[in-house]
């Protein structure tokens, strides 16, 4: 199957600070990417939709300047936790997939464990 | 809008036993998928299994198959023989015409 590359798995940083995450295709275009975020025990929460070489859609509650996405190439896609507090301590795991019909399935990232201290 | 319920939050089963994951939907578009998605401790989501609003037959891989019932929007997922590392939380995820929606999971475990 299709392989998306998540990056770093595994992050702690300062309060105040921000955190890049990266989202790659290795072997496909991903036209649409998705970031999820993930609570201790609970589901995965869309947060946006990212189209290559467009603005992404945040979904209602997300913080746009908060959380800033990039999809600048089909087959990279930024997630950036600008002046993150503790409260954004989370697990957040992307997805991809290139094509539109209903019957693609999206290929995970391995996902990302942020800590804020 | 699109509707997911899991409604087993937890579940057990014993070792080389049979197991059903319940899911239900609610959709208004007229052709979408089903996923099912397992999330060891690790975190990553796995792909299991889909299945096609207009597939007739029920979707089977492996050791997983889904007991499709359209007309009751429900799509179960059957896991035979339960394998010590099949712990873990499991995701049903339909998706129409926008993106896949995931229910709030069933965390399954298998006692040896």
């Known amino acids: 199957g299709a392989v998306v590359s998540q990056h770093p798995s595994r992050v702690i940083c300062k309060s105040g600070t921000s955190v890049k995450i990266e989202c790659r295709s290795l072997d496909f275009q991903a036209t649409t990417m998705f970031w999820y975020r993930q609570f201790p025990k609970k589901s995965l929460m869309l947060m946006a939709t990212s189209n290559e070489g467009s603005k992404a859609t945040y979904e209602q509650g997300v913080e746009k300047d908060k959380f800033l996405i990039n999809h600048a190439s089909l087959t990279l896609s930024t997630l950036t936790v600008t002046s993150a507090h503790p409260e954004d301590s989370s697990f957040y795991i992307c997805?991809?997939?290139?094509?539109?019909?209903?019957?693609?399935?999206?290929?995970f990232g391995q996902g990302t464990r942020l800590t804020v201290v | 809008a699109q509707k997911i319920t899991q409604t087993q939050p937890g579940m057990f089963v014993q070792e080389k036993e049979a197991v059903t994951l319940d899911c239900t939907y609610d959709t208004s578009d007229q052709s979408y998928g089903l996923f099912w998605y397992k999330q060891p401790s690790s975190g990553e989501m796995i792909f299991l299994i889909y299945q096609g609003s207009y597939d007739e037959q029920n979707a089977t891989e492996g050791r997983y198959s889904l007991n499709f019932q359209k007309a009751r929007k429900s799509a179960n997922l059957v896991i035979s023989a339960s394998q010590l590392g099949d712990s873990a939380m499991y995701f049903c995820a339909p998706r129409g015409q926008g993106n896949l929606i995931f229910g709030k999971g069933t965390k399954l475990s298998v006692k040896p």
């Open positions: 997805s991809a997939r290139d094509k539109t019909p209903y019957n693609t399935e999206a290929f």
